[in-house]
């Protein structure tokens, strides 16, 4: 073990700071770093009792120990920002991960900089919101296709797997499910088959139909009589169609379609359309608007906070937090040497004491910046505003209401 007198402590000097001087120079580059990294070095040392005791490390593991708390506070504030905006920022916001070198600048290779204010966009409530729009068939994220099938004669059952035109392109048909959505196999609208006898007779509603009027009753049915009298109409129309002959319906069990009525000769080259999903998309877990978007706390692109934007109230926790780690470092030094001869004995040094104390205040301070954190948190602020508005209605409550005399 080589002399501890060969590691001695001296004030450094600007010309002596942390640039070039700190493990991984995240801050090397910023000017707010390097000057006072000369004056944390004086505040720990003097703190552990410099120069009256001489301390068994020199400045560049000050500057270690001042590197790593400011990336701690870092870290705890980005936790805090991760716990308010991740879900804002999950699948919209460009993703960071690896080891985030980029080129030969410090402050590009390790990413410090600052975040600017989250814009609140109720991402996941709406991304929930499409996929009930999918379910119900009127919006949502997954596409919806068109498709058909040609009608041949005497020929009832057809399966959409096989027997149908997609809208999409795939190379291979069987390998995606469809989903049918809904099948358009109705007969002639209700209100094409109104008799209407205030407006004419049976060869003025063909006169009505070349004019393409033909599905709309005419406009007198509206003006002579109630609306609820169509309504009934067309219900007695439609019910008859289904009760009294073949009306026009399907069946769809296992994607395969059976038609009613069964096709004629003259229905022979008609076509049925339907809407479909496909399976594969309708289930999937991605999105292409998605790719390379946060997707967790590992790559949503917070970085180390560039040291000269941090305030007055943040360096001075970063002061504490470096003495902390200057305290417990120094323990661990003189524990390994635990005593020094002098001319009349030897002296115990205080290296256990130094790295529990270390240790105790580096937890005391983390506890008291995550506290503070949460106390200003999204979750508590909304809970305070809870607890303001009772408190108003409850003083509001005990108000005397004023009577009114008409």
């Known amino acids: 073990m080589p002399d501890k007198f060969e590691y001695l402590y001296s004030d450094p000097t600007i010309t002596t700071s942390a640039d070039g001087d700190t493990p991984y120079g995240i801050y090397d580059k910023d000017s707010a770093f390097i000057s006072e990294s000369v004056d944390v070095c004086k505040y720990v040392a003097r ?9 068994e490390f020199n400045s560049s593991s000050i500057y270690a120990c001042f590197e790593e708390a400011i990336s701690d506070y ?98 291979s048909q069987s390998s995606d499910r469809l989903e049918i959505q809904r099948v358009f196999n109705y007969g002639p609208a209700a209100i094409t ?63 395969k379609l059976r038609i009613f009525p069964i096709p004629q000769d003259d229905d ?19 999105e292409s608007h998605t790719i390379n978007k946060v997707s967790d706390p590992s790559n949503i692109p917070y970085k180390f906070i560039t040291y000269s934007e941090i305030n007055a109230a943040g360096r001075q926790w970063i002061r504490r ?15 390994k040497y635990g005593s020094m001869p002098i001319p009349t004995g030897d002296v115990t040094l205080d290296g256990e004491a130094l790295k529990a104390e270390g240790r105790e205040e580096k937890a005391t301070l983390i506890e008291e910046l995550k506290e503070f954190l949460e106390s200003v948190s999204l979750s508590e602020r909304a809970r305070q505003e809870s607890e303001q508005a009772e408190a108003q209605q409850s003083v509001l409550n005990k108000a005397p209401l004023g009577i009114y005399i008409g």
């Open 47 to 55: 703190k552990l009792g410099h120069p009256v005791m001489q301390l």
């Open 74 to 171: 870092s870290l705890n504030i980005n936790h805090y920002n991760t716990k308010n905006w991740l879900w804002d920022n999950y699948g919209n916001t460009d993703r960071v991960s690896g080891s985030g070198y980029s080129n030969n600048t410090a402050s590009a290779r390790m990413g410090t900089g600052s975040i600017q204010p989250t814009k609140p966009t109720m991402g996941m409530s709406f991304a929930l919101s499409e996929q009930y729009g999918t379910a119900a068939g009127v919006g949502g994220s997954t596409e919806m296709y068109s498709g058909s099938i040609t009608l041949s004669s005497s020929r009832q059952v057809y399966d959409l797997q096989d027997d149908a035109t997609w809208e999409h392109t795939t190379s």
């Open 193 to 255: 088959r109104f008799y209407d006898p205030f407006a004419g007779s049976f060869d003025q509603r063909h006169m009505l139909d070349d004019m393409g009027m033909g599905n709309v009753s005419p406009s007198v049915s509206f003006i002579m009589r109630p609306i609820h009298q169509d309504i009934t109409r067309a219900n007695m129309i439609e019910t008859n169609d289904r009760i009294r002959k073949s009306a026009y319906s399907f069946e769809l069990i296992n994607n």
């Open 268 to 286: 022979a080259g008609n076509k049925v359309w339907f809407h479909y999903y496909l399976k594969s998309e309708k289930t999937s877990n991605t």
């Open 321 to 335: 937090y470096t003495l902390a780690l200057a305290k417990e470092l120094l323990g661990i030094i003189r524990s």
